[in-house]
């Protein structure tokens, strides 16, 4: 009975943990539905184009791109992979003026935005798409050549019949993290480009009718719980040694690789190249530069931390229930409103950055950096979990010695991802009124004064620190657990 | 265990003395400082906050703590939430537009303004304002690179079809600048004229961004020929980048003025020193400071003499003025109807 009450309780303190921008919302304003229909079905309208076209490129090109990416040798490929997930980690202001030197003039609206958002996710959907061609195509591709199926016969026969599952989790991805953009529609949009978080943001700032806002945030949120609820799902499937066939091997994908390459990093470094002439100015704020990097290292060990707990508690959860928390589908809630959520809810003094930061940042990407990379390699654990339950081993030993172990690589991608969008952030601290200077916030403070280059110095400054960050991070996690090991026997 | 109890009454009691010591000194450096609510241009670095907190602890006993705020109807509205628990004494930043839209949602200090201070004469009204004080100002109006082979010297000039998708404005719903330009269109047409002139402009626009920076940004990356910004913005470049490169247009219809302002909130905790730092940021130094760091011309006279603010032409303005609610209303409204429809 106890046992019981300790398991739910730890149940719903995590799923509330990640409601606590709505109960602060109900906190300060008497909520009333205020949905303006024919508004809400022009930005849903908006939506849906800007993410299903996107979607649907995307997922198709990310299928010869990743035929392109299957063809390079072992560490070739490595590196590759590596770069193909800069677009999506550099924050969004990065991509728009790597796309507007590349683009002149820039076609601003729909199309501008999808180009955008293609630009940004295409290299990520290349390595989904790997991943699960790798995973689950096992030898096929080689008995479809001994069998001399022809390449449009393997792909209608045994490529799409079984991907077919994987690729439409992957076009929901992708649409999902269209659906709740917002700095790429603001900007790039136009009028006719409003999507449902530019609309929650206009109620905001503009109508400042927090009831409307709250109305939009709670109808997204449950889309895409909704979404993800009943549509993310990976069949699982035991993978099977991987072997390249000639027909998964494609040359066009390929050099459409090293295009998408080359348009973006080289956009960016011709960015970074110029901004190097401004590096006599940079030095007049190496000591903000100094405090502010201090102050991010010190938020980051504390958020990593918090996300670790999180993650223990998480993965308790799991075992006492035998499924994952439904918090795990509360994907991309709006930055907007848990922002200013938090601002109204905590005083605006230095003393509680950390907790705000932490707050906010774990609540906007715990879920969905979970659900990306840990959700479905500890499913596939699943029947070992079994076992060592049935041989009587503890949670603290099943997470550790089972799933931490044999996750350990899904998980330095977890927290790679956590630290780079936690050290490059800056839209969500501004909206939380954080006051003391972070990497994101002295990078916003060049880009929204006439100091650009520097922006495009502190984006480069921002990615040796998160992969320093990273390296620390690594040892961290080896020596921590040498010593438990030590400690065990 | 009776040492033991007595040691831990002991241990008790120096912490207590320790709370209540600590407290009573947080409670006496908090009496003498005061919170001032600012954007982080005007805090950062290379903004004026620093040099002006220097300056200002330097002159009296009273510590600056600036709060950075990202958006004033947002920071208005936590004054407003937190109500006697807010610590902001000073809010600087709001222009005449917030003046109107915001700024009511609070009760804000009539604030006492030391004699001998002479306005320029352009502030018109707003050096009279009783409740908010100016302490910076700049006409605006479209920069350009000196290169531009368009003429542009009016409003009408703009529709030049050698301009189309080439001019970076603001959204006005979002972005003061954005809203300037729209009362200055509104002020310089007639009602018919104006709309029409919109409906136009809004072929010529690159784009509506959410704020100064994106458009600015997006000017400087070469994507449009033309921004609508301070005629103060070429000074930037001249002194910071040494590009002499930019000009800003002078245009027959008188430009309009963009205009800060200091404001007490009634809640303040430290109401006199706050009401002396608004009257120090009028002093010549504290003007000269704000002047070369925010970019922005000074509230009184003589102080931009010897500058290269001085070299800046005297610009024809239209008169400053504090819209009604309703009228910015219908403009903006007007202006997204036209955005929905024609423009981008």
């Excluded at chain 1, 110095?457 to 690594?474: D, E, P, Q, R, T």
């Excluded at chain 2, 020929?225 to 219809?253: A, G, M, R």
């Excluded at chain 2, 024809?316 to 202006?335: C, G």
Aim: some cysteine; overall charge positive; proline content about 4%.
């Amino acid at each position: 009975m106890k046992e019981f009450k300790v398991s739910h309780l730890l149940r719903y303190s995590l799923l509330l943990f990640f409601l606590i921008p709505y109960a602060i919302f109900l906190f300060y304003y008497k909520f009333s539905i205020d949905i303006d229909l024919s508004e809400l079905l022009w930005a849903l309208k908006n939506t849906l184009t800007q993410s299903t076209l996107t979607a649907l490129i995307v997922t198709a090109l990310s299928i010869p791109l990743s035929q392109g990416l299957i063809l390079l040798p072992e560490r070739l490929q490595t590196i590759v992979k590596r770069l193909l997930i800069v677009p999506q980690i550099l924050p969004a202001l990065y991509s728009i003026l790597i796309a507007f030197s590349v683009l002149n003039p820039f076609p601003m609206g729909t199309m501008g935005i999808v180009f955008l958002f293609v630009l940004i996710d295409l290299g990520f959907a290349t390595l989904m798409t790997y991943s699960v061609t790798t995973e689950k195509l096992g030898n096929m591709s080689v008995i479809g050549e001994v069998y001399s199926l022809g390449r449009l016969n393997f792909f209608k026969k045994i490529y799409f019949p079984l991907l077919k599952q994987d690729l439409i989790v992957n076009f929901f991805i992708i649409f999902i993290f269209c659906l709740s953009s917002f700095s790429i529609p603001l900007i790039v949009g136009g009028g006719r480009g409003t999507n449902l978080e530019v609309l929650i943001y206009e109620k905001i700032f503009v109508d400042q009718n927090w009831s409307a806002a709250f109305s939009l945030c709670a109808f997204q949120a449950m889309a895409i719980f909704f979404l993800s609820f009943f549509l993310l799902k990976n069949k699982q499937k035991d993978s099977e040694p991987f072997v390249a066939g000639n027909y998964l091997k494609s040359y066009v994908g390929l050099g459409v690789i090293i295009g998408y390459l080359g348009l973006y990093l080289g956009g960016y470094f011709i960015g970074l190249y110029k901004s190097f002439f401004y590096i006599s100015f940079a030095s007049m704020y190496v000591w903000d530069l100094y405090d502010a990097a201090i102050f991010t290292g010190k938020a980051l060990a504390v958020y990593l931390t918090v996300n670790f707990i999180i993650l223990v508690l998480w993965l308790l959860d799991y075992l006492n229930n035998k499924k994952f928390n439904l918090a795990t589908n509360l994907i991309s809630a709006s930055t907007v409103l848990v922002g200013f959520t938090l601002y109204l809810a905590f005083p605006v003094t230095r003393e509680y950055d950390l907790i705000k930061m932490t707050l906010a940042m774990s609540i906007l990407f715990f879920p969905s950096l979970f659900k990306l990379f840990l959700q479905k390699p500890i499913e596939d654990l699943r029947q070992q979990i079994l076992v060592a339950e049935v041989y009587g081993l503890s949670k603290p030993q099943i997470i550790i010695e089972i799933i931490f172990r044999q996750i350990s690589k899904q998980m330095l991608l977890w927290v790679s991802f956590l630290i780079v969008w936690f050290i490059s952030e800056y839209a969500v601290l501004k909206s939380l009124g954080v006051q003391t200077q972070t990497l994101g916030l002295v990078t916003e403070g060049f880009l929204s004064s006439y100091r650009l280059p520097l922006a495009y110095l502190m984006s480069f400054f921002i990615l040796i620190y998160w992969v320093g960050a990273l390296a620390v991070v690594s040892l961290i996690l080896r020596v921590a657990y040498v010593a438990y090991k030590k400690l065990t026997i | 265990m009776r040492h033991f109890i007595v040691f831990v009454v002991l241990v008790f009691g120096a912490l207590t003395a320790f709370y209540y010591n600590h407290g009573d000194q947080v409670k006496n450096i908090e009496d003498k400082k005061i919170h001032v609510y600012a954007s982080s241009s005007f805090i950062a670095k290379w903004g004026p906050g620093p040099e002006l907190k220097e300056l200002f602890e330097k002159q009296n006993i009273f510590k600056v703590e600036f709060v950075e705020i990202s958006d004033m109807a947002m920071a208005i509205q936590k004054i407003s939430f937190e109500n006697d628990a807010s610590v902001a004494d000073v809010v600087l930043g709001i222009d005449q537009f917030d003046v109107t839209r915001v700024a009511n949602k609070i009760k804000w200090r009539d604030i006492e303004r030391n004699s001998g201070v002479k306005f320029v004469e352009n502030l018109g009204p707003a050096a009279v304002e009783k409740t908010f004080v100016p302490y910076d100002w700049a006409p605006m109006s479209f920069v350009a690179r000196k290169s531009l082979k368009t003429s542009v010297s009016s409003l009408k000039d703009l529709l030049a079809p050698e301009l189309k998708n080439k001019i970076a404005l603001q959204d006005p719903r979002t972005s003061s600048p954005g809203l300037q330009f729209l009362a200055w269109v509104f002020e310089s047409k007639s009602g018919e004229d104006a709309i029409k002139y919109l409906k136009q402009m809004s072929k010529q626009a690159h784009s509506f961004s959410p704020s100064w920076s994106a458009s600015y940004g997006l000017f400087k990356n070469n994507q449009s020929d033309l921004v609508f910004s301070y005629v103060t913005s070429p000074v930037y470049h001249l002194v910071e980048d040494k590009d002499d490169q930019f000009l800003s247009i002078e245009t027959t219809e008188p430009l309009p003025v963009q205009v800060e302002f200091a404001g007490i909130p009634q809640t303040c905790k430290n109401c006199e020193a706050a009401e002396m730092f608004i009257n120090f940021m009028l002093s010549p130094e504290a003007q000269k400071i704000i002047m070369q760091k925010n970019y922005m011309l000074p509230v009184i006279a003589h102080v931009k003499e010897a500058t290269a603010f001085d070299a800046l032409k005297v610009y024809k303005t239209l008169p400053i003025k504090f819209y009604e609610q309703s009228k910015l209303d219908k403009w903006i409204n007007t202006w997204v109807e036209i955005r929905k429809n024609e423009g981008i």
